[in-house]
């Protein structure tokens, strides 16, 4: 089991740039494939990027890709989210989630950002931007 804490949510102007980190309560690497997500109130968690602990693989989602990165520190058990030309449209609550490697999850990029079959998830974090 791993216990995920985000942090570095706050409230930006369009354009700007944000840092969102999640700190893991243990190594995830080779172990976990992990991703960040994002949610509004009534709509479904849409995956936002995923990467591979073991390989660096990264995936995006169309609408992020070129605005942000997705990271992952290994020796500080830290997850990243560099998020940068922030829209209005970004405004959320941003998750981070781990799934184990046997998890449908880890099967491939498309499959990394669905929700489905990621065990574990930070409590959230708010980003607001402003036009």
């Known amino acids: 089991q791993v216990q995920l804490v985000e942090s570095g949510g706050g409230s930006v102007q369009a354009g700007g740039s944000v840092r969102l980190s999640c700190a893991a309560s243990?190594?995830?690497?080779?172990?976990?494939?992990m991703a960040w997500f994002r949610q509004t109130p009534g709509k479904v968690r849409e995956g936002v990027a995923s990467?591979?602990?073991?390989?660096?693989?990264?995936y995006y989602a169309d609408s992020v890709k070129g605005r942000f990165t997705i990271s992952l520190d290994n020796a500080n058990n830290t997850l990243y989210l560099q998020m940068a030309a922030l829209k209005p449209e970004d405004t959320d609550t941003y998750y981070c989630a781990a799934a184990p490697i046997y998890s449908a999850a880890c099967e491939s990029g498309i499959a990394s950002l669905s929700h489905i079959g990621y065990f574990y998830w930070g409590q959230g974090t708010q980003v607001t931007v402003s036009s």
């Open positions: 990467i591979w602990a073991w390989g660096g693989s990264t």
């Open positions: 243990k190594s995830t690497t080779g172990s976990y494939c």
